[in-house]
């Protein structure tokens, strides 16, 4: 009997009929704090951005200055997550595999971007490689300008997302078991095809959710990017500086409907992440 006790615990628990006062208000009170922060934001703006109809929205993402700032947003965040993930992964390996001088300050620079305001990353890449600056002028001169180009944008989409596929990918790695490698290293295999058929496979969920959770961060960039861009239509306009520009030009309709499609493609990714992560472990299993 004693047994079963805690199981009918758990299930009395679970119950909500059962919580206590305080644990009602507990739940209350979480269920309203993140209705007030992001169900009723979001809310409002997806209301006003279908207000018109879909074909509103669609009229207003298709616009040439809109359509292009979209698509410079979405392939930019897709470089920056593609070098994200390969970089991402070898730093973390970095980091949890080898000890040398130096590796605390690395780890703690890692979390560096999430300290430093957007805003001044973009002032900080511009002071390097602005085209009055000796690194820019050098590079523009030689037919490769960053500041006020796509450069310097995939270089503030990298800069904001460092920690996301490192966090991801180290905790993994610190708790894999060395026997497997161990094995095949004793039949012969070489360190890529350990690190390929072993290492790999176990890594490859993280790197995903690092992968997703940096692309999803940089479809929203704003304050790095509006200072290194130059935000020239057609060429360096972003979507989320697009939007601020249509905002204080009145045109709060079209900034809601090319929100409301960035809301939606950030909205699909959470799913897909733990859809691929579900799948990858199962393969692996």
């Known amino acids: 009997m004693t047994g079963a006790e805690p199981v009918a615990g758990a299930q009395a628990s679970a119950d909500p009929n ?21 169900i009723l934001p979001l809310a409002a703006l997806v209301f006003h951005g279908l207000e018109n109809g879909l074909g509103a929205v669609v009229r207003a993402v298709t616009e040439p200055v809109a359509l292009d700032a979209l698509q410079l947003t979405f392939w930019t965040a897709a470089v920056m997550a593609l070098l994200n993930a390969v970089m991402g992964t070898a730093t973390a390996w970095v980091l949890v595999r080898y000890r040398f001088p130096g590796r605390a300050l690395l780890s703690a620079l890692v979390d560096l971007p999430f300290a430093i305001p957007t805003l001044v990353t973009g002032v900080m890449l511009v002071l390097l490689y602005g085209p009055q600056t000796p690194a820019g002028g050098w590079l523009s001169e030689h037919g490769f300008p960053v500041a006020y180009a796509p450069p310097g944008i995939l270089l503030a989409l990298l800069f904001i ?24 290293r004793t039949l012969g295999a070489g360190d890529w095809v350990i690190f390929r058929r072993i290492v790999l496979p176990a890594l490859m969920p993280a790197i995903l959710s690092g992968t997703l959770q940096s692309f999803a961060r ?33 045109s709060s309709q079209t900034a809601a409907a090319v929100s409301v499609v960035l809301v939606a493609v950030a909205l699909l990714l959470e799913p897909l992440r733990r859809w691929l992560g579900r799948r990858l472990g199962a393969r692996r299993a």
Do not use: C, K, Q, W
Request: no cysteine; glycine share 8%; net charge negative.
């Open 18 to 38: 059962s919580l206590s006062v305080p644990a009602r208000a507990a739940r209350a009170g979480v269920i309203g704090y993140i209705t007030v922060l992001v």
């Open 161 to 184: 997302s460092v920690p996301f596929v490192v966090r991801a990918v180290e905790p993994v790695l610190m708790e894999l078991d060395p026997a497997e490698e161990e094995a095949a």
């Open 218 to 250: 940089a479809l929203g960039e704003f304050g790095s990017i509006v200072i290194v861009a130059g935000n020239i239509p057609h060429r360096t306009l972003t979507a989320p500086v697009h939007i601020f520009g249509e905002i204080e030009s009145g």
